[in-house]
T-cell receptor
């Protein structure tokens, strides 16, 4: 079975802190994604990566950056956390560009106070 | 821009009923469509993936169908159980795209 893990299930940070969210997949998937999910807004794509060191902006990249130094790991960075970044963050991966299923991690509930 | 609509937004039914959840999309150039389940506070769990060349996929009590001409997919849940209570999301992927478009989901409650 594909496994996507996220470094924390719950995280509480203060405004202005630099926050790192880590995601690891164990199935040699090429594509990895970071989403945030908020009530009434659904899933929104922050960034995705289709290969090591490759990244593209999603719908809401402002205030975030990403890093993919190894194929299995995709990190989301909040450079200076703000209260409006309080959300559920979901990581996903998929094998390749076309016909493959997307698999999600368990999510990280981030609260910025 | 591709839009994916899920109707109804919420559904509450007694145990044992057969259910149909709907997912509509506006782009006819579908590559595949994936159904997910999400429990409160958790990530998404993949249920079924239908390729554009397929008409339906089945897994246990779940059956997903795809009608490209009408731009619709349905998820059929047979003999619903309280454990089926969750939010169900569909995700549409057009040809050659890395990025699926998600619907907002249908929140299902099955009463004992």
């Amino acid at each position: 079975d594909v496994k996507v893990t996220q470094s924390s299930r719950y995280l509480v940070k203060r405004t202005g802190e630099k926050v790192f969210l880590e995601c690891v997949q164990d199935m040699d998937h090429e594509n990895m994604f970071w989403y945030r999910q908020d009530p009434g807004l659904g899933l929104r794509l922050i960034y995705f990566s289709y290969d090591v060191k490759m990244k593209e902006k999603g719908d809401i990249p402002e205030g975030y950056s990403v890093s993919r130094e190894k194929k299995e790991r995709f990190s989301l960075i909040l450079e200076s956390a703000s209260t409006n970044q309080t959300s559920m963050y979901l990581c996903a991966s998929s094998l390749g560009r076309q016909a493959y299923e997307q698999y999600f991690g368990p999510g990280t509930r981030l609260t910025v106070t | 821009k591709q839009e994916v609509t899920q109707i109804p937004a919420a559904l509450s039914v007694p145990e044992g009923e057969n259910l149909v959840l709907n997912c509509s999309f506006t782009d006819s150039a579908i590559y595949n469509l994936q159904w997910f389940r999400q429990d409160p506070g958790k990530g998404l769990t993949s249920l079924l993936l239908i390729q554009s060349s397929q008409r339906e996929q089945t897994s246990g009590r779940l059956n997903a169908s795809l009608d490209k001409s009408s731009g619709r997919s349905t998820l059929y849940i047979a003999a619903s159980q309280p454990g089926d209570s969750a939010t169900y999301l569909c995700a549409f992927r057009s040809g050659g795209s890395y990025i699926p478009t998600f619907g907002r989901g249908t929140s299902l409650i099955v009463h004992p």
